[in-house]
């Protein structure tokens, strides 16, 4: 079954410091990998795109890693500011149809704190 | 930000009652989707659409129907609400075509309470 599942379900972090998401899947066959920051109320907004031979990209203080051998990948964020508190969500694109299906996750809930 | 704009953003309405929710973007995108959102939880896709006069159902199981006749607007529609439709719908759009991995742009949602 073609899952997403993402860690810490919620995070809470002191502003300035630095966290890292985590998010493992099981897509098969793996086309690209997506994270997304999704504030309470709003529509998901993109952050990096990852097709199988990148292994990171970076958005300003977003980085986001693929390791498409483990099935892994991790955003990081740096010098956290309020603004990031969201949900931040993993998605998993498969190439077996036109469609290009995703796959999401639940999310990772993040919380900074002045 | 995306231009695609979902209207209204807001709705509670009684059960029974029929509702549209409305979905346009003005990105010239052949590809929309709608899905369904709770709490805490994933996006599920409920329906989908490649262009003018083409909808298809999406993985999850919905009583709503959608429409597409022009190629900027993809509304959906509920004939009879009931409280398990409360839920936050997010209307989506994205290029098509082969090669680079596409982006979806989403809009900001519709909250739906049924009560």
């Known amino acids: 079954k073609n899952q997403v599942e993402q860690s810490p379900q919620s995070l809470i972090i002191l502003e300035g410091k630095n966290c890292t998401l985590q998010c493992n899947y099981t897509v098969s066959p793996f086309s690209n990998l997506r994270w997304y920051k999704q504030d309470t109320g709003r529509g998901p907004v993109s952050l990096t795109i990852m097709t199988f031979s990148e292994n990171t990209k970076s958005n300003g203080r977003y980085t986001a890693t693929l390791d498409a051998d483990t099935k892994q990948s991790s955003l990081h964020i740096t010098a956290s500011q309020l603004s990031d508190s969201a949900s931040y969500i993993c998605v998993v694109s498969d190439r077996g149809s036109t469609l290009g299906r995703l796959y999401f996750g639940r999310g990772t809930q993040l919380t900074v704190w002045p | ?115």
């Not at chain 2, 009583?63 to 006749?69: C, D, F, N, Y």
């Not at chain 2, 839920?87 to 982006?103: D, I, R, T, V």
Request: a negative charge; proline letters at 5%; aromatic letters at 10%.
């Open chain 2, 1 to 115: 930000e995306a231009d695609i704009y979902q209207t209204p953003r807001y709705l509670v309405i009684g059960t029974g009652k029929k509702i549209t929710l409305e979905c346009s973007q003005t990105m010239g995108h052949d590809k929309m989707y709608w899905y369904q959102q709770d709490p805490g939880m994933e996006l599920h896709l409920i329906h989908y659409s490649y262009g003018v006069n083409s909808t298809e159902k999406g993985d999850l199981s919905s009583e709503s129907t959608v429409s597409r006749i022009r190629t900027e607007h993809f509304p959906l529609t509920l004939e009879s609400a009931r409280p398990s439709h409360t839920s936050q719908y997010l209307c989506a759009s994205s290029e098509s075509g082969s090669g680079s991995p596409y982006e979806q742009y989403f809009g900001p949602g519709t909250r739906l309470t049924v009560t």
